[in-house]
């Protein structure tokens, strides 16, 4: 399974912008596909995740309210959806993908053995 992050870039507080990740394996239905980000001088931290047929989605508190994913399983891909970007949320974006992931670990970066490549974010004030 490859996964390919795009999306990112230089934006402005409050914009909104969209990240793709678009996934080559196949039953990607099947798949928990995950956002997470790494700002500078930071650790990884889950951003948001899709389970499956996306009937379940889960977010980190800080974007709760701001950040939406969401999937495309006929074309293998998932966005996230950013609203009112703020400076902080100023990272790499990756997205990871698993198809067996438990409950107690999802939003764990070590549950999962699939990651795109990262797409900058950076939200300028």
């Known amino acids: 399974v490859q996964l390919q992050a795009s999306g990112g870039g230089l934006v402005q507080a409050g914009d909104s912008p969209r990240l793709s990740c678009v996934s080559s394996?196949?039953?990607?239905?099947?798949?928990?596909v995950a956002w997470f980000r790494q700002a500078p001088g930071k650790e990884q931290e889950f951003v948001a995740l899709s389970r499956g047929s996306a009937a379940r989605t889960s977010y980190t508190d800080s974007v709760k309210g701001r950040f939406t994913i969401s999937r495309d399983n006929t074309e293998n891909t998932v966005f996230l959806q950013m609203n009112s970007l703020k400076p902080e949320d100023t990272a790499v974006y990756y997205c990871?993908?698993?198809?067996?992931?438990?409950?107690?670990?999802?939003?764990?970066?070590?549950?999962?053995?699939?990651w795109g490549q990262g797409t900058l974010v950076t939200v300028s004030s």
């Open positions: 394996g196949r039953a990607f239905s099947r798949f928990v």
């Open positions: 990871a993908a698993d198809q067996r992931i438990n409950l107690s670990d999802e939003r764990l970066a070590s549950a999962y053995d699939y």
